[in-house]
């Protein structure tokens, strides 16, 4: 027993190893290699592809997505599974993150390289990019009068017709020219691809000669010819409940952050004429691939970048940066700013919502200019990081959506020292502070009545009150407020004339005179100073608990007004959105609207 027990460790380790290895897609025409097992079963060396149960897979499932075998004898597949997998004891039942063979292809006694070996190394290159390969293989030719396409091939293939060569440099001329759908109708003047013999030499140069692909599917190598795969290319994941979870590397958050995705696992291999093919190890140099098609390329080997000259002719944006084994992800992100312009560092983005003027910070800005056209409003779409280490830091649920709704996008990155120490909750909606209170009247009078029963003073209007003018004793009527400490304060609405106001004041009365003139901000600001209470003009807000050098900030049209008791008042103007109005809403603050075509004073 103890043999079969050391066979299967061995066949189980073996397994795990080749299943960990995740090969992403090809490329802009790299070729990419996959690794297969070879099994034997029933007397044939089978084909097989290890496999990594996903949650809610299925062996008839699997049987959809990895080729025809089972469509072709499903009792000899079924057959065949059971041998090559004896610690699935049910089919209808495999669990997640069990490994397992997929039989894909029976072969014949070394019909592929190392196949005695137990394992096979197959090209995977989409049908599409091997025409892309085909044509950067291939002569451009302007045809002549008289050229015919069979002598154009035979001169460069084989000297005589009935030659295999010949056959397949016609064939691969189609497969160049997919236009030219009648061989013997070509015109003078007309500009065709003639592939090169060298073609020979490439390792996927059978891939391109079988004519019965799917152009959707994956090309297999010679002696598939009977078989089809869809490539089903799986993400790393650990679908095992209670299985403990790999924390992200700094790389793999980044690639996150930036909506990129990080190759870590496989080679690429890039063609050379008559040369060996340049190969990319992603396990020692990562790429991370971005939507707009940008490629970086990320070495941990100081001063030892790869020859991006030898890939630019195949990912035609492509760059390079060195970066320590553990780098920091704030030094991830300054090194990438370096390469991709899109990504800028300490920017500040700025934008004027009805008279709000809200400035937002962030380490790392990535804008997006695709199309080149704006969005519908002022604000170009942009993605704000900013690194988080306390709660006090994070920036409220309603202000991300205000801010998403102008096309910004906040990422709070938080800091793993922190994440350990003390865990950040998530985005708090922050309490709701008093409702808010919507002056709607034009008449000046009728505001500040308002404003100041709301604000709770105790007001009373028209009030008889007399007082020594000119010898005499004048008798006139004025509005009245009751102060806080139960002194009095007269407001005249250029109710009185002349040296009214003056004779007033020295009767030992306190009176202020608001002016139309003077526009409504400096009236009412005037009006709380006369009650004790502190302004502040077009205050600036900081949304975040504390000025975090990474933050929002957004100045209100209108005034702030601090009564005695520490209570905040924010008079503003009602043009304001809803949802500003919402985050600028907060325990201990009361926000007054007041129409914002009051003389244009409140700008």
């Keep these: 027993m103890r043999p079969l027990v050391v066979q299967f460790f061995i066949r189980s380790l073996v397994t795990m190893l080749l299943a960990a290895i995740f090969l992403p897609a090809p490329l802009q025409g790299a070729i990419l290699y996959k690794s297969y097992l070879i099994r034997q079963a029933m007397g044939f060396d089978i084909l097989c592809d290890p496999y990594i149960v996903l949650k809610n897979d299925s062996v008839s499932k699997l049987v959809m997505n990895k080729g025809n075998m089972a469509q072709t004898n499903f009792s000899e597949f079924m057959d065949i599974f059971r041998q090559i997998n004896p610690g699935v004891q049910n089919l209808d039942h495999i669990r997640a993150g069990q490994h397992i063979f997929i039989p894909i292809k029976k072969l014949k006694k070394n019909s592929l390289p190392g196949q005695t070996s137990g394992m096979v190394t197959i090209p995977f290159v989409t049908i599409s990019k091997l025409q892309k390969l085909l044509r950067e293989n291939s002569e451009q030719y302007t045809i002549q009068q008289g050229d015919m396409v069979s002598v154009l091939v035979s001169r460069r293939w084989a000297s005589g017709y009935g030659k295999q060569s010949f056959s397949e440099g016609m064939k691969l001329f189609k497969r160049a020219n997919p236009s030219i759908t009648n061989l013997d109708h070509i015109l003078p003047g007309q500009r065709v691809y003639i592939p090169k013999p060298l073609l020979k030499k490439s390792p996927w140069y059978q891939s391109l000669l079988s004519g019965s692909e799917d152009l959707n599917r994956p090309a297999m190598p010679h002696g598939f010819e009977s078989f089809t795969e869809v490539e089903r290319i799986a993400t790393p994941t650990d679908s095992s409940k209670g299985r403990k979870q790999t924390p992200a590397s700094n790389l793999q958050r980044a690639a996150s952050a930036l909506n990129a995705k990080l190759l870590t696992k496989g080679t690429y291999h890039f063609p050379r004429t008559g040369k060996q093919d340049f190969k990319l190890d992603l396990s020692l140099s990562r790429v991370m691939k971005f939507k707009d098609g940008k490629s970086v390329i990320i070495s941990s080997q100081k001063n030892r970048l790869p020859d991006l000259d030898r890939i630019k002719p195949f990912w035609k944006q492509v760059e390079g940066i060195y970066l320590p084994p553990k780098a920091s992800l704030k030094l991830i992100l300054d090194r990438l700013s370096e390469v991709i312009p899109s990504l800028s560092i300490n920017k500040q983005i700025v934008f004027n919502d009805h008279g709000l003027i809200v400035r937002a910070r962030a380490r790392w800005v990535i804008e997006d200019f695709s199309h080149g056209q704006k969005a519908p409003s002022a604000v170009m779409p942009a993605v704000m990081l900013s690194p988080v280490a306390t709660d006090a830091e994070r920036l409220p649920e309603p202000v991300v959506r205000y801010l998403s709704s102008h096309h910004i996008i906040i990422k709070e990155l938080i800091s793993k020292k922190a994440a350990?120490?003390?865990?950040?909750?998530?985005?708090?909606?922050?309490?709701?502070?008093?409702?808010?209170?919507?002056?709607?009247?034009?008449?000046?009078?009728?505001?500040?009545?308002?404003?100041?029963?709301?604000?709770?003073?105790?007001?009373?209007?028209?009030?008889?009150?007399?007082?020594?003018?000119?010898?005499?004793?004048?008798?006139?009527?004025?509005?009245?407020?009751?102060?806080?400490?139960?002194?009095?304060?007269l407001i005249d609405f250029e109710d009185l004339f002349g040296d009214a106001i003056q004779a007033i004041r020295n009767s030992h009365l306190e009176i202020i005179q608001l002016k139309k003139r003077e526009g409504f901000m400096a009236n009412i600001q005037q009006l709380f100073t006369a009650l004790n209470c502190t302004t502040e003009k077009n205050p600036t807000i900081w949304i975040s608990d504390s000025k975090n050098a990474y933050a929002v900030s957004v100045t209100v049209p209108g005034l702030l007004i601090k009564t005695d008791d520490k209570a905040e008042v924010l008079v503003t103007i009602d043009a304001i959105s809803d949802e500003a109005i919402q985050f600028l809403t907060r325990p201990g603050t009361r926000i007054i609207t007041v129409k914002s075509d009051l003389d244009g004073a409140l700008g």
């Design 420 to 489: 350990k120490g003390n865990p950040i909750t998530p985005k708090r909606t922050p309490k709701a502070g008093p409702a808010v209170t919507r002056i709607n009247d034009s008449d000046i009078k009728k505001i500040v009545q308002k404003l100041l029963l709301s604000m709770g003073y105790r007001y009373a209007e028209q009030v008889p009150i007399t007082f020594p003018y000119a010898g005499l004793q004048v008798k006139a009527a004025s509005n009245l407020i009751t102060k806080p400490d139960g002194n009095l304060l």
